[in-house]
Protein backbone atom coordinates (compact mmCIF):
# COMPACT_ATOMS: atom_id res chain seq x y z
CA UNK A 1 0.00 0.00 0.00
CA UNK A 2 1.36 3.07 -1.08
CA UNK A 3 1.37 5.99 1.57
CA UNK A 4 -1.49 7.97 2.75
CA UNK A 5 -1.88 11.43 3.53
CA UNK A 6 -5.11 13.74 3.63
CA UNK A 7 -5.48 17.12 3.47
CA UNK A 8 -8.94 18.75 4.48
CA UNK A 9 -10.22 21.98 3.70
CA UNK A 10 -11.54 24.02 5.97
CA UNK A 11 -10.21 27.67 5.35
CA UNK A 12 -13.95 29.27 3.98
CA UNK A 13 -15.92 31.16 6.45
CA UNK A 14 -18.90 30.04 4.83
CA UNK A 15 -20.97 33.36 4.09
CA UNK A 16 -23.67 31.47 3.21
CA UNK A 17 -23.99 30.15 6.90
CA UNK A 18 -24.62 33.75 7.69
CA UNK A 19 -22.76 32.90 10.58
CA UNK A 20 -19.77 34.28 13.35
CA UNK A 21 -18.97 30.83 13.70
CA UNK A 22 -16.73 29.26 10.97
CA UNK A 23 -18.80 26.78 8.65
CA UNK A 24 -16.53 23.95 9.77
CA UNK A 25 -17.45 24.26 13.56
CA UNK A 26 -21.49 23.83 13.35
CA UNK A 27 -22.09 21.20 14.84
CA UNK A 28 -23.83 18.08 13.61
CA UNK A 29 -25.28 16.05 16.44
CA UNK A 30 -22.82 18.31 18.60
CA UNK A 31 -20.14 18.02 17.12
CA UNK A 32 -18.14 20.30 14.62
CA UNK A 33 -18.65 18.77 11.07
CA UNK A 34 -15.09 19.07 10.66
CA UNK A 35 -14.29 16.57 13.68
CA UNK A 36 -16.97 14.03 12.30
CA UNK A 37 -14.68 14.08 8.77
CA UNK A 38 -11.36 13.61 10.99
CA UNK A 39 -13.00 10.95 12.96
CA UNK A 40 -14.08 9.29 9.40
CA UNK A 41 -11.13 9.72 7.90
CA UNK A 42 -8.88 8.58 10.56
CA UNK A 43 -9.41 5.24 10.19
CA UNK A 44 -7.80 4.55 7.01
CA UNK A 45 -4.13 4.24 7.86
CA UNK A 46 -2.92 8.23 7.25
CA UNK A 47 0.20 8.80 7.57
CA UNK A 48 -0.31 12.73 7.40
CA UNK A 49 -3.89 14.67 8.10
CA UNK A 50 -3.23 18.46 7.33
CA UNK A 51 -6.34 20.37 7.40
CA UNK A 52 -6.16 23.93 5.94
CA UNK A 53 -7.92 26.80 8.31
CA UNK A 54 -8.24 30.24 7.87
CA UNK A 55 -6.01 33.30 9.59
CA UNK A 56 -7.14 33.78 12.75
CA UNK A 57 -9.45 31.23 13.08
CA UNK A 58 -8.18 30.19 16.64
CA UNK A 59 -11.44 28.17 17.26
CA UNK A 60 -10.64 25.93 14.45
CA UNK A 61 -7.41 25.04 15.73
CA UNK A 62 -8.48 25.13 19.21
CA UNK A 63 -10.83 22.10 17.85
CA UNK A 64 -9.01 20.25 15.61
CA UNK A 65 -5.11 20.72 17.33
CA UNK A 66 -5.34 17.45 18.78
CA UNK A 67 -5.75 15.26 16.00
CA UNK A 68 -4.77 17.23 13.02
CA UNK A 69 -2.10 19.16 12.18
CA UNK A 70 -2.94 22.27 10.75
CA UNK A 71 -1.43 24.81 8.31
CA UNK A 72 -2.81 28.67 7.73
CA UNK A 73 -4.16 30.02 4.65
CA UNK A 74 -4.19 33.54 4.91
CA UNK A 75 -6.95 34.81 2.38
CA UNK A 76 -9.75 32.89 1.05
CA UNK A 77 -8.20 32.81 -2.73
CA UNK A 78 -10.01 29.21 -3.46
CA UNK A 79 -10.01 25.77 -2.76
CA UNK A 80 -7.19 24.89 -5.44
CA UNK A 81 -5.19 27.61 -3.26
CA UNK A 82 -6.03 25.86 0.13
CA UNK A 83 -4.21 23.08 -0.61
CA UNK A 84 -1.16 24.84 -2.02
CA UNK A 85 -0.99 25.80 1.79
CA UNK A 86 -0.23 22.28 2.67
CA UNK A 87 2.66 22.39 0.03
CA UNK A 88 5.56 22.63 2.90
CA UNK A 89 4.34 19.69 4.78
CA UNK A 90 3.84 17.47 1.76
CA UNK A 91 5.45 18.38 -1.69
CA UNK A 92 8.35 15.95 -1.23
CA UNK A 93 6.33 12.74 -0.58
CA UNK A 94 5.48 9.68 -2.87
CA UNK A 95 2.06 8.73 -2.38
CA UNK A 96 -1.56 9.06 -2.36
CA UNK A 97 -3.22 12.57 -0.92
CA UNK A 98 -6.58 12.30 -0.33
CA UNK A 99 -8.27 16.11 -0.48
CA UNK A 100 -11.51 16.32 1.74
CA UNK A 101 -13.69 19.48 2.32
CA UNK A 102 -14.35 20.43 6.36
CA UNK A 103 -17.67 20.58 5.32
CA UNK A 104 -19.16 17.40 4.27
CA UNK A 105 -19.24 15.47 7.45
CA UNK A 106 -21.47 12.84 6.34
CA UNK A 107 -18.93 10.84 4.48
CA UNK A 108 -18.40 7.01 5.71
CA UNK A 109 -14.94 5.34 6.80
CA UNK A 110 -15.86 2.91 4.08
CA UNK A 111 -17.03 5.25 1.05
CA UNK A 112 -13.13 6.79 1.88
CA UNK A 113 -11.57 3.23 1.78
CA UNK A 114 -13.86 2.42 -1.32
CA UNK A 115 -12.09 5.54 -3.17
CA UNK A 116 -8.47 5.00 -1.84
CA UNK A 117 -8.68 1.54 -2.79
CA UNK A 118 -10.20 2.25 -6.38
CA UNK A 119 -7.53 5.09 -6.99
CA UNK A 120 -4.77 2.52 -6.02
CA UNK A 121 -5.88 -0.19 -8.06
CA UNK A 122 -6.27 1.85 -11.22
CA UNK A 123 -2.80 3.83 -10.59
CA UNK A 124 -4.58 6.77 -11.53
CA UNK A 125 -2.72 10.39 -11.21
CA UNK A 126 -6.68 11.93 -9.74
CA UNK A 127 -9.56 9.76 -8.76
CA UNK A 128 -12.47 12.06 -8.35
CA UNK A 129 -15.41 11.11 -5.38
CA UNK A 130 -18.44 11.35 -7.26
CA UNK A 131 -22.06 11.12 -7.13
CA UNK A 132 -26.00 10.84 -8.95
CA UNK A 133 -27.81 14.08 -7.32
CA UNK A 134 -31.27 14.29 -7.50
CA UNK A 135 -30.90 17.95 -7.71
CA UNK A 136 -27.07 19.06 -8.74
CA UNK A 137 -27.95 22.67 -8.29
CA UNK A 138 -24.88 24.24 -6.84
CA UNK A 139 -22.35 21.73 -6.83
CA UNK A 140 -19.78 21.11 -9.85
CA UNK A 141 -20.64 18.45 -12.44
CA UNK A 142 -18.51 15.64 -13.64
CA UNK A 143 -17.62 16.61 -17.92
CA UNK A 144 -16.90 13.30 -19.49
CA UNK A 145 -16.01 12.30 -23.43
CA UNK A 146 -17.91 10.35 -26.15
CA UNK A 147 -15.40 6.89 -24.20
CA UNK A 148 -17.24 8.07 -20.76
CA UNK A 149 -13.72 9.34 -19.30
CA UNK A 150 -13.68 12.04 -16.87
CA UNK A 151 -12.67 15.70 -19.21
CA UNK A 152 -13.28 18.30 -16.46
CA UNK A 153 -15.24 19.62 -13.81
CA UNK A 154 -17.24 22.78 -14.41
CA UNK A 155 -18.41 24.55 -11.28
CA UNK A 156 -22.03 25.63 -11.28
CA UNK A 157 -21.45 29.13 -11.56
CA UNK A 158 -19.16 28.83 -14.56
CA UNK A 159 -21.46 25.75 -16.45
CA UNK A 160 -23.49 26.26 -19.40
CA UNK A 161 -27.02 25.19 -19.42
CA UNK A 162 -26.08 22.42 -21.25
CA UNK A 163 -23.54 21.14 -17.87
CA UNK A 164 -25.94 22.02 -15.50
CA UNK A 165 -28.25 19.46 -17.42
CA UNK A 166 -25.60 16.92 -16.06
CA UNK A 167 -26.74 14.99 -12.61
CA UNK A 168 -22.79 13.41 -12.04
CA UNK A 169 -21.72 15.76 -9.13
CA UNK A 170 -18.08 16.45 -7.92
CA UNK A 171 -18.75 15.50 -4.26
CA UNK A 172 -15.57 17.26 -2.93
CA UNK A 173 -13.31 14.14 -2.07
CA UNK A 174 -10.93 13.62 -4.26
CA UNK A 175 -7.64 11.08 -4.27
CA UNK A 176 -4.56 12.30 -5.90
CA UNK A 177 -0.95 10.94 -7.00
CA UNK A 178 0.79 13.48 -4.17
CA UNK A 179 3.82 14.92 -6.51
CA UNK A 180 1.20 15.32 -9.65
CA UNK A 181 -1.53 17.04 -7.24
CA UNK A 182 1.70 19.80 -6.44
CA UNK A 183 2.75 19.73 -10.15
CA UNK A 184 -0.71 20.56 -11.49
CA UNK A 185 -1.63 23.36 -8.77
CA UNK A 186 1.13 25.81 -10.52
CA UNK A 187 -0.99 25.59 -13.18
CA UNK A 188 -4.38 26.77 -11.59
CA UNK A 189 -5.46 30.38 -12.82
CA UNK A 190 -8.41 32.13 -11.45
CA UNK A 191 -9.68 33.27 -15.05
CA UNK A 192 -13.30 32.15 -13.56
CA UNK A 193 -16.68 33.55 -12.72
CA UNK A 194 -15.43 33.54 -9.01
CA UNK A 195 -12.10 34.89 -9.86
CA UNK A 196 -10.93 31.77 -7.69
CA UNK A 197 -8.26 29.13 -7.90
CA UNK A 198 -10.45 25.94 -8.35
CA UNK A 199 -8.60 22.42 -6.99
CA UNK A 200 -11.13 20.94 -9.78
CA UNK A 201 -9.01 22.63 -12.28
CA UNK A 202 -6.22 19.81 -11.66
CA UNK A 203 -8.37 17.16 -13.39
CA UNK A 204 -8.13 18.88 -16.72
CA UNK A 205 -4.56 20.12 -16.65
CA UNK A 206 -3.68 16.32 -15.60
CA UNK A 207 -5.59 15.04 -18.68
CA UNK A 208 -4.25 17.63 -20.93
CA UNK A 209 -0.99 16.60 -19.64
CA UNK A 210 -2.00 12.74 -20.96
CA UNK A 211 -2.13 11.85 -17.21
CA UNK A 212 -5.18 9.43 -15.57
CA UNK A 213 -7.91 10.66 -14.16
CA UNK A 214 -10.54 8.48 -13.29
CA UNK A 215 -13.80 8.94 -11.31
CA UNK A 216 -15.25 6.54 -8.49
CA UNK A 217 -18.59 6.83 -8.24
CA UNK A 218 -20.16 6.29 -5.36
CA UNK A 219 -24.09 4.77 -4.89
CA UNK A 220 -24.61 6.69 -1.71
CA UNK A 221 -25.41 10.63 -2.71
CA UNK A 222 -26.40 10.92 1.05
CA UNK A 223 -23.34 11.14 2.31
CA UNK A 224 -21.50 13.74 -0.01
CA UNK A 225 -23.96 16.07 1.02
CA UNK A 226 -21.99 19.46 1.10
CA UNK A 227 -23.15 21.85 3.75
CA UNK A 228 -23.55 25.21 2.46
CA UNK A 229 -26.38 26.85 4.38
CA UNK A 230 -28.65 26.13 7.51
CA UNK A 231 -31.07 24.41 5.21
CA UNK A 232 -28.60 21.57 4.40
CA UNK A 233 -26.90 21.35 7.77
CA UNK A 234 -30.44 20.58 9.13
CA UNK A 235 -30.38 17.81 6.30
CA UNK A 236 -26.90 16.57 7.43
CA UNK A 237 -28.39 16.56 11.46
CA UNK A 238 -31.51 14.19 9.77
CA UNK A 239 -28.77 11.89 8.02
CA UNK A 240 -26.91 11.70 11.02
CA UNK A 241 -29.59 10.92 13.30
CA UNK A 242 -31.08 8.33 11.05
CA UNK A 243 -27.97 6.60 10.95
CA UNK A 244 -27.35 6.77 14.34
CA UNK A 245 -30.19 5.81 16.10
CA UNK A 246 -30.78 3.07 13.23
CA UNK A 247 -26.99 1.22 14.81
CA UNK A 248 -28.97 1.59 18.13
CA UNK A 249 -32.11 0.27 17.22
CA UNK A 250 -30.07 -2.92 15.04
CA UNK A 251 -27.89 -3.40 18.37
CA UNK A 252 -31.20 -3.84 20.02
CA UNK A 253 -32.68 -0.73 21.58
CA UNK A 254 -36.02 0.64 21.17
CA UNK A 255 -36.61 4.35 20.04
CA UNK A 256 -40.29 4.63 19.83
CA UNK A 257 -39.70 7.49 17.56
CA UNK A 258 -36.39 7.71 16.03
CA UNK A 259 -37.36 10.83 14.24
CA UNK A 260 -37.81 12.81 17.74
CA UNK A 261 -34.46 11.06 19.12
CA UNK A 262 -31.11 12.39 19.17
CA UNK A 263 -28.17 10.29 20.16
CA UNK A 264 -24.66 11.50 19.62
CA UNK A 265 -22.04 9.48 18.23
CA UNK A 266 -20.36 9.14 20.55
CA UNK A 267 -22.66 7.18 23.01
CA UNK A 268 -23.20 3.83 24.05
CA UNK A 269 -26.85 1.69 24.19
CA UNK A 270 -26.85 -1.50 25.37
CA UNK A 271 -30.02 -3.93 24.33
CA UNK A 272 -33.31 -3.87 25.83
CA UNK A 273 -32.66 0.14 26.41
CA UNK A 274 -36.42 1.85 25.70
CA UNK A 275 -35.93 5.53 24.54
CA UNK A 276 -39.62 7.69 24.71
CA UNK A 277 -39.70 10.72 21.76
CA UNK A 278 -37.99 13.48 22.61
CA UNK A 279 -35.26 12.93 23.92
CA UNK A 280 -31.58 13.95 23.57
CA UNK A 281 -28.41 11.78 24.61
CA UNK A 282 -25.16 12.97 24.19
CA UNK A 283 -21.13 13.21 24.93
CA UNK A 284 -19.75 9.62 26.13
CA UNK A 285 -22.75 8.37 27.99
CA UNK A 286 -23.25 5.10 28.67
CA UNK A 287 -27.22 3.51 29.10
CA UNK A 288 -27.15 0.53 30.37
CA UNK A 289 -29.42 -2.28 29.52
CA UNK A 290 -32.96 -2.21 30.65
CA UNK A 291 -33.10 1.23 30.80
CA UNK A 292 -36.02 3.68 29.95
CA UNK A 293 -34.93 7.32 29.02
CA UNK A 294 -37.71 9.65 28.15
CA UNK A 295 -39.61 10.91 27.40
CA UNK A 296 -38.47 14.74 26.69
CA UNK A 297 -34.98 13.99 28.55
CA UNK A 298 -31.92 15.41 28.51
CA UNK A 299 -28.71 13.62 29.44
CA UNK A 300 -25.11 14.56 28.68
CA UNK A 301 -21.94 12.17 29.57
CA UNK A 302 -24.00 10.42 32.13
CA UNK A 303 -23.59 6.58 32.76
CA UNK A 304 -27.19 5.61 33.07
CA UNK A 305 -27.79 1.92 35.39
CA UNK A 306 -29.71 -1.10 34.42
CA UNK A 307 -32.99 -0.78 34.21
CA UNK A 308 -33.33 2.83 35.71
CA UNK A 309 -35.99 5.25 34.40
CA UNK A 310 -35.63 8.69 33.73
CA UNK A 311 -38.26 10.77 33.00
CA UNK A 312 -38.82 14.02 31.66
CA UNK A 313 -35.66 14.90 33.26
CA UNK A 314 -32.11 17.02 32.53
CA UNK A 315 -28.61 14.80 33.47
CA UNK A 316 -25.16 15.89 33.09
CA UNK A 317 -21.43 14.59 33.81
CA UNK A 318 -22.98 12.30 36.87
CA UNK A 319 -23.50 8.22 37.46
CA UNK A 320 -26.56 7.26 37.97
CA UNK A 321 -26.67 3.61 39.31
CA UNK A 322 -29.03 0.65 38.82
CA UNK A 323 -33.41 0.31 39.06
CA UNK A 324 -33.10 4.13 40.21
CA UNK A 325 -36.33 6.32 39.13
CA UNK A 326 -35.47 9.94 38.28
CA UNK A 327 -37.97 12.62 37.43
CA UNK A 328 -40.42 13.65 36.52
CA UNK A 329 -38.69 16.82 36.46
CA UNK A 330 -35.57 16.18 37.99
CA UNK A 331 -32.31 18.21 37.23
CA UNK A 332 -29.35 16.02 38.33
CA UNK A 333 -26.10 18.66 37.65
CA UNK A 334 -22.64 17.75 37.18
CA UNK A 335 -21.07 15.45 39.87
CA UNK A 336 -23.15 13.44 41.12
CA UNK A 337 -23.65 9.83 41.66
CA UNK A 338 -26.46 8.26 42.49
CA UNK A 339 -26.56 4.94 44.04
CA UNK A 340 -28.56 1.74 42.93
CA UNK A 341 -32.48 1.52 43.74
CA UNK A 342 -32.29 5.27 44.79
CA UNK A 343 -34.76 7.59 43.64
CA UNK A 344 -34.72 11.26 42.64
CA UNK A 345 -37.95 12.33 42.49
CA UNK A 346 -40.16 15.45 40.65
CA UNK A 347 -38.97 18.98 40.75
CA UNK A 348 -35.55 17.49 42.90
CA UNK A 349 -32.12 19.05 42.17
CA UNK A 350 -29.06 17.51 42.60
CA UNK A 351 -25.47 19.03 42.55
CA UNK A 352 -21.79 17.75 43.35
CA UNK A 353 -23.46 15.11 45.34
CA UNK A 354 -23.33 11.58 46.59
CA UNK A 355 -26.74 9.59 46.98
CA UNK A 356 -26.18 6.68 48.51
CA UNK A 357 -27.58 2.90 47.81
CA UNK A 358 -31.55 2.96 48.67
CA UNK A 359 -32.00 6.51 49.31
CA UNK A 360 -34.48 8.51 48.42
CA UNK A 361 -35.23 12.10 47.82
CA UNK A 362 -38.74 12.18 46.24
CA UNK A 363 -40.13 15.90 45.95
CA UNK A 364 -39.15 19.76 45.84
CA UNK A 365 -35.57 19.51 47.00
CA UNK A 366 -32.41 20.92 46.60
CA UNK A 367 -29.17 18.59 47.50
CA UNK A 368 -25.99 20.14 46.64
CA UNK A 369 -22.46 19.72 47.81
CA UNK A 370 -23.32 16.77 49.79
CA UNK A 371 -22.77 13.32 50.98
CA UNK A 372 -25.72 11.63 51.28
CA UNK A 373 -25.63 7.58 52.66
CA UNK A 374 -27.35 4.50 52.33
CA UNK A 375 -31.13 4.37 52.88
CA UNK A 376 -31.62 7.59 53.59
CA UNK A 377 -35.19 9.58 53.71
CA UNK A 378 -34.83 13.32 52.18
CA UNK A 379 -38.10 14.50 53.16
CA UNK A 380 -39.92 17.02 50.49
CA UNK A 381 -38.83 20.27 50.24
CA UNK A 382 -35.33 19.73 51.97
CA UNK A 383 -32.68 22.38 51.31
CA UNK A 384 -28.89 21.51 51.54
CA UNK A 385 -27.61 25.07 52.69
CA UNK A 386 -24.52 25.19 51.24
CA UNK A 387 -23.39 28.40 50.28
CA UNK A 388 -23.25 31.35 52.13
CA UNK A 389 -22.38 34.01 49.39
CA UNK A 390 -18.77 33.06 49.43
CA UNK A 391 -18.02 29.69 50.02
CA UNK A 392 -19.52 26.27 49.15
CA UNK A 393 -19.72 23.96 52.09
CA UNK A 394 -20.49 19.79 52.75
CA UNK A 395 -23.73 18.17 54.36
CA UNK A 396 -23.39 14.87 54.97
CA UNK A 397 -25.54 12.74 56.20
CA UNK A 398 -25.11 9.55 57.60
CA UNK A 399 -26.93 5.84 56.53
CA UNK A 400 -30.28 5.38 57.48
CA UNK A 401 -30.86 8.94 58.56
CA UNK A 402 -34.70 10.69 57.98
CA UNK A 403 -35.00 14.38 57.20
CA UNK A 404 -38.53 15.46 57.44
CA UNK A 405 -39.97 17.75 55.26
CA UNK A 406 -39.43 21.08 54.80
CA UNK A 407 -36.06 20.96 56.71
CA UNK A 408 -32.67 23.37 55.63
CA UNK A 409 -29.89 21.91 56.51
CA UNK A 410 -27.14 24.59 57.16
CA UNK A 411 -23.76 23.55 56.07
CA UNK A 412 -21.10 22.27 57.03
CA UNK A 413 -23.25 19.97 58.94
CA UNK A 414 -23.89 16.62 59.26
CA UNK A 415 -26.62 14.29 60.51
CA UNK A 416 -25.73 11.13 62.16
CA UNK A 417 -26.26 7.60 61.52
CA UNK A 418 -29.72 7.00 62.35
CA UNK A 419 -30.78 10.30 63.37
CA UNK A 420 -34.30 12.09 62.73
CA UNK A 421 -34.68 15.34 61.54
CA UNK A 422 -38.38 17.15 62.44
CA UNK A 423 -39.81 18.45 59.70
CA UNK A 424 -39.55 22.18 59.01
CA UNK A 425 -36.40 22.10 61.12
CA UNK A 426 -33.19 24.48 60.62
CA UNK A 427 -30.23 22.56 61.44
CA UNK A 428 -27.38 24.54 62.07
CA UNK A 429 -25.28 22.38 64.30
CA UNK A 430 -24.21 18.30 63.90
CA UNK A 431 -26.94 16.03 64.71
CA UNK A 432 -25.50 12.81 66.67
CA UNK A 433 -26.33 9.36 65.93
CA UNK A 434 -29.59 8.22 66.51
CA UNK A 435 -30.86 11.03 68.10
CA UNK A 436 -33.98 13.33 67.26
CA UNK A 437 -33.21 17.25 66.46
CA UNK A 438 -35.95 19.42 66.21
CA UNK A 439 -35.15 22.81 65.11
CA UNK A 440 -38.13 25.03 64.61
CA UNK A 441 -40.38 27.43 66.57
CA UNK A 442 -43.04 26.34 69.39
CA UNK A 443 -46.98 26.50 67.94
CA UNK A 444 -48.90 28.20 70.31
CA UNK A 445 -52.51 28.04 69.84
CA UNK A 446 -54.71 30.43 70.72
CA UNK A 447 -58.53 28.88 71.51
CA UNK A 448 -61.34 30.87 70.34
CA UNK A 449 -59.39 33.51 69.00
CA UNK A 450 -60.42 33.00 65.38
CA UNK A 451 -64.50 34.62 65.98
CA UNK A 452 -62.66 37.71 67.31
CA UNK A 453 -60.62 38.27 64.35
CA UNK A 454 -64.23 37.67 62.23
CA UNK A 455 -65.16 40.19 64.22
CA UNK A 456 -62.50 42.60 63.85
CA UNK A 457 -62.52 42.64 60.09
CA UNK A 458 -66.26 43.69 60.29
CA UNK A 459 -65.83 46.57 61.56
C1 LIG B 1 -16.78 22.70 -3.98
C2 LIG B 1 -16.26 22.27 -5.35
C3 LIG B 1 -17.42 21.70 -6.16
C4 LIG B 1 -18.04 20.54 -5.42
C5 LIG B 1 -18.44 20.96 -4.01
C6 LIG B 1 -18.84 19.73 -3.22
C7 LIG B 1 -14.46 23.85 -5.89
C8 LIG B 1 -14.08 25.04 -6.68
N1 LIG B 1 -15.73 23.44 -6.04
O1 LIG B 1 -17.72 23.74 -4.17
O2 LIG B 1 -16.93 21.25 -7.42
O3 LIG B 1 -19.17 20.08 -6.12
O4 LIG B 1 -17.34 21.57 -3.32
O5 LIG B 1 -19.35 20.05 -1.96
O6 LIG B 1 -13.63 23.28 -5.21
N2 LIG B 1 -12.19 26.33 1.33
C9 LIG B 1 -10.96 26.74 1.81
N3 LIG B 1 -10.36 27.81 1.24
C10 LIG B 1 -10.89 28.51 0.23
C11 LIG B 1 -12.14 28.08 -0.28
C12 LIG B 1 -12.76 27.00 0.31
O7 LIG B 1 -10.43 26.14 2.75
O8 LIG B 1 -10.26 29.45 -0.23
C13 LIG B 1 -12.84 25.16 1.95
C14 LIG B 1 -14.16 25.50 2.60
O9 LIG B 1 -13.97 25.77 3.98
C15 LIG B 1 -14.97 24.23 2.39
C16 LIG B 1 -14.38 23.60 1.16
O10 LIG B 1 -13.13 24.23 0.95
O11 LIG B 1 -14.85 23.33 3.48
C17 LIG B 1 -15.26 23.78 -0.09
O12 LIG B 1 -15.46 25.14 -0.31
P1 LIG B 1 -16.89 25.69 -0.74
O13 LIG B 1 -16.77 27.15 -0.91
O14 LIG B 1 -17.93 25.17 0.15
O15 LIG B 1 -16.99 25.03 -2.20
P2 LIG B 1 -18.31 24.67 -3.01
O16 LIG B 1 -18.82 25.92 -3.63
O17 LIG B 1 -19.24 23.92 -2.17
CA1 LIG C 1 -19.29 23.30 -0.06
Known sequence: MANRYAVILAAGQGTRMKSKLYKVLHPVLGRPMVQHVIDQLKP????????????????????????????????????????????????????????????????????????????????????????????????????????????????????????RAITEINTGTYCFDNKALFEALKDVSNDNVQGEYYLPDVIEILKQKQQKVSAYLTPTFE?????????????????????????????????????????????????????????????????HSNAEIGPHTEITDCVVGEKTVVKQSVATNSKIGARVQVGPYAHIRPQAAIGND????????????????????????????????????VGCGTITVNYDGRHKYLTTIEDDAFIGCNSNLIAPVTVGKGAYVAAGSTINKDVPKDSLSIARARQTNKEGYAQKLKNRQKD
Open 44 to 163: TNLDKLVTVVGFGADMVKDHIGQTSEFVIQEEQLGTGHAVLQAEELLKDKDGTTIVVCGDTPLITNNTYQALFEHHEKTGAKATILTAQAPDPTGYGRVVRNEQKEVERIVEHKDATEEE
Open 342 to 377: AKIGNFVEVKKSAIGNNSKVSHLSYIGDADVGNNVN
Open 223 to 287: ETLGINDRVALAQAEQIMKKRINERHMRNGATLIDPDNTYIGPDVTIESDVVIYPGSIITGESII
